[in-house]
């Protein structure tokens, strides 16, 4: 199989894991749908009536006339917003329109800026969410490398063991938890950060200002992100790095005189590389539900919160929404690890890879 | 096999297992977890847990209390939850029908801050013609001075009365008189009014600044709190009075805002955690055993979409499918449990097939199926005895994620509601801004409990990998 095929073929599964996503949350709320719906119906029905004083009248006189009248009506909506329809007719018709990107208006929440339009509710939310858990992987990468390669030269020593504890610890450690426990030190009892939030009320002036605010802001879910995080890193890292560590080309570099650093960074690192980007896959999967709860700890207004917004008021389109753009960024990202797992081994086939895997 | 070759390599495993420090450290947690799961009707009965959520089981209890170890850190004497039930009861006619019935509880009041309120219980037992006793309560402080706390008729119905006196009317406008006598015009006209606390100038020597909490001194001593119920029919009955003096410690962990045993709680949320935790790994385990083994074995265009199959369920997350089950149906332990193993089912099936299909190209395995053994043979007598081990490790290292699932879903409000579990107490925690008032032993127990169990997990797993897997011991 080629690359591109063998791509292609993870596109497609990426797309029929959104699919599988979106047809599961389609089923779930469609009873809540359908009920939210039919009482919205009744308010157009009754208020056609209302606003039809001669109708009203007319039909105010015979009851059966009026009760005729009030099911024509309401079977003309029904069918009109497609409820006469059967279940799955509706809920694939509802998946068709997430993966058009078709998202509509929701149906209480509104945006900051004003809008009910989904699509402006959830750009407002994203950025945000990006510039949170970026950040955090990027800290999280570096101290993850340069902390494993560290206890990879020194296997054994005291660094190294409490690096392997510290990352059998995180892994059980709730982010939200440690969310929480960060706040009562450094909100309550420190006071050098916010408990939460992203910008003071009211905001500074300046554009300056503003950024800092938010730094500010960002500091202690980011600390919290790094600190659950870092430890399985690190001792993905070392794991990797000190099997290769064990390889013929190690020896060779080293008798080649090379210093110790270039060995290490150019040559093991770089062999390193491939499964230890295939481990953040897990990694992943793993922290994406605790850092939606995160964002709700720290009130963070990004996709975790509206998610959770959303739910609290039954606001479907938002929630649809927010699954299909939050599924479509996860999936990227695995593509997106797939593809820089293909660059960074040259030695790729893909079936030798799918063992490795 | 036989019974006692199981013996024999069950003796040689444990051989190799005592020497993991960290495979002990996590067998002592988990045998620490099991225990206090199977304890929990010692330390409170299962009613506690099933009325979690029912504020009046919890009502004799302090209102966010710290835990009462706190004493031993504190350079403040705290005051402890206090319940009086010695008394002195004197029993006298005073008419044809009415009697004066007396219980006189003497207490020594040796701390450094008021208790938070005072609740009076006891039971009645009234014949049906008679009308309900008078109810007085009087203060009697060690400096001599004396208050009529409450005068009051009692209770009506029969059975048992609860009064929680520190909010009565009568009382707060009885310790404000009496504090007027000493407390300056200034501090009476800012905390006399609606700030105004009786319980602090109660237990505060009388003087100026005795009703403001910086201010008071603590007045140390023999209280005596005098109880008097006038009967109106010499049959009637009061008996098992008690008095509560609300402490700002409490047992072991201390309680919630909503008076709730925090201790209670983790120990009874045990049970949930490692019921989801194990019976979710075990399931989960064995199922994607059974599918990466049945995979490999079939071979082919048939393990091409076992495969796929596969894939596709392992990049659902799981968390969010969960919440949203959860927030349109309400979910108990078990249907978490369903829905857990609906989309996790396949943890371990990757590495189980591959292992399977190594097993599998073996020499021993074609010379055996050259002998006309079944695939089933072959399966149940050299692949599974060779998978098996790696299925514990793999469990014990699947508990950690599914305990965190639990907690997350109970953390947002959408667990069982029919018991206490760890996820829950966070969930109240977090809805009364338990970390910005810093109520942190309201915080750190549930998530402590939460990874520790984990961890313990963790550990055993990490261990067994290392015994059954000598070849990675290298890495």
């Known amino acids: 199989m080629k690359i591109s095929s063998y791509l292609v073929l993870r596109l497609v599964n990426a797309l029929l894991v959104l699919t599988i996503a979106l047809l599961i949350s389609a089923l779930v709320f469609n009873k809540l749908a359908d009920q939210q719906m039919r009482s919205m119906i009744r308010e157009i029905v009754k208020g056609e009536l209302q606003s039809n004083p001669e109708l009203l009248r007319s039909l105010q006189k015979n009851s059966t006339a009026l009760k005729i009248w009030m099911e024509e009506r309401t079977k003309y909506y029904m069918s009109v917003y497609g409820l006469d329809k059967p279940l799955w007719y509706r809920v694939f018709h509802r998946v068709v329109q997430q993966l058009k990107f078709d998202f509509g208006s929701s149906s209480t929440m509104i945006s900051a800026s004003g809008s009910s339009r989904v699509s402006d509710i959830i750009l407002e939310a994203l950025p945000r969410t990006i510039l949170l858990f970026t950040t955090g992987t990027i800290f999280v990468i570096i101290l993850g490398l340069l902390l494993g390669m560290k206890a990879a030269q020194m296997a054994g020593s005291t660094l190294d063991k409490s690096i392997s504890i510290f990352a059998l610890l995180s892994y059980s450690l709730p982010m939200w938890w440690t969310g929480m426990l960060f706040i009562i030190i450094f909100a309550y009892y420190l006071r050098i950060v916010p408990s939460g939030g992203m910008m003071s009320a009211p905001p500074p002036e300046g554009l300056l200002a503003k950024i800092g605010d938010v730094l500010y802001h960002l500091a202690l879910p980011v600390a919290t992100y790094v600190f659950v995080s870092f430890g399985g890193w690190s001792y993905v890292t070392r794991n990797v790095v000190l099997s290769n560590l064990q390889e013929d080309f190690v020896m060779a570099a080293r008798a080649k005189g090379l210093p110790e650093r270039k060995v290490l960074y150019g040559h093991v690192l770089r062999a390193s590389a491939p499964p230890i980007v295939t481990m953040i896959i897990g990694s992943l999967l793993g922290s994406l539900g605790g850092a939606m709860i995160s964002e709700i700890v720290f009130n963070w207004p990004g996709m975790g919160r509206l998610y959770w917004n959303a739910l609290n008021q039954f606001d479907i389109p938002v929630l649809m929404g927010n699954t299909t753009i939050s599924m479509i960024l996860f999936l990227a990202s695995l593509v997106l690890m797939d593809i820089t797992y293909i660059i960074l081994d040259p030695r790729v086939r893909v079936g030798a890879m799918r063992v490795q895997r | 096999m036989r019974l006692k070759d199981l013996i024999e390599s069950l003796k040689d495993f444990w051989f190799e297992y005592r020497r993991q420090k960290i495979g002990l450290v996590g067998l002592a947690l988990l045998i620490f977890f099991l225990g206090m799961a ?273 894939e596709i369920f392992s990049s659902i997350p799981v968390l969010p499918i969960l919440i949203m089950i959860g927030a349109v149906y309400r979910l108990t332990i078990w249907k978490t449990i369903g829905i857990l193993m609906l989309f996790g089912w396949m943890g371990g099936s990757r590495v189980a097939r591959s292992m399977a299909f190594q097993i599998k190209e073996m020499e021993y395995v074609d010379a055996a199926r050259a002998m006309g053994a079944s695939s089933w043979w072959i399966i149940r007598k050299h692949i599974l005895p060779q998978i098996i081990p790696y299925a514990f490790a793999s469990m014990a290292l699947s508990v950690p994620g599914n305990v965190l699932l639990e907690a997350g879903l109970s953390f947002l409000g959408l667990g069982d509601l029919t018991r206490v579990t760890w996820g829950r107490i966070l969930h109240d925690a977090q809805a009364n801004a338990a970390t910005i008032n810093g109520l942190w032993w309201w915080v750190l127990p549930p998530g402590l409990s939460i990874a520790l169990l984990g961890l313990g997990f963790a550990f055993i797993g990490s261990a067994l990998n290392t015994v059954l897997f000598p070849k990675m011991r290298r890495i």
């Open chain 2, 38 to 310: 199977l304890l929990a009707p010692l330390v409170a009965p299962a009613e506690a847990s099933r009325r979690w959520g029912d504020l009046l089981y919890w009502k004799d209890y302090p209102k966010a209390a710290k835990p009462g170890w706190v004493k031993w850190f504190s350079s403040k004497k705290i005051p402890e939850h206090t319940i009086l039930t010695d008394y002195n009861m004197s029993r006298r006619a005073i008419g044809a029908k009415l009697t004066e019935l007396e219980f006189t509880f003497d207490y020594l009041f040796e701390y450094d801050e008021p208790h938070t309120e005072i609740i009076l219980k006891y039971d009645q037992n009234l014949s049906k013609e008679s009308a309900p006793p008078t109810l007085i309560v009087t203060f009697q402080r060690p400096d001599g001075y004396v208050l009529e706390l409450l005068s009051i008729k009692a209770h009506e119905t029969g059975g048992s009365a609860r009064l929680r006196i520190s909010s009565e009317q009568s009382l707060i406008n009885s310790v404000k008189s009496f504090s007027r006598k000493f407390e300056s015009q200034e501090l009476m006209n800012k905390l006399g009014k609606e700030f105004f606390s009786p319980m602090i100038p109660l237990f505060s020597k009388a003087q100026e600044g005795m009703i403001s909490p910086e201010l008071s001194e603590p007045l140390r001593g023999k209280y005596r709190i005098t109880v008097t119920f006038y009967l109106n029919n010499p049959e009637d009955v009061v008996e098992n009075v008690t008095v509560i003096l609300g402490g700002k410690l409490y047992g072991v962990l201390g309680t919630d805002v909503y008076r709730r045993d925090l201790f209670v709680g983790i120990v009874w949320g045990s049970r949930v955690s490692l019921a989801i935790g194990i019976i979710t790994s075990v399931l989960m385990v064995a199922a994607g055993i059974f599918y990466g083994v049945t995979s490999a074995y079939l071979g082919g265009y048939k393990d091409e979409i076992m495969q796929r199959i596969y």
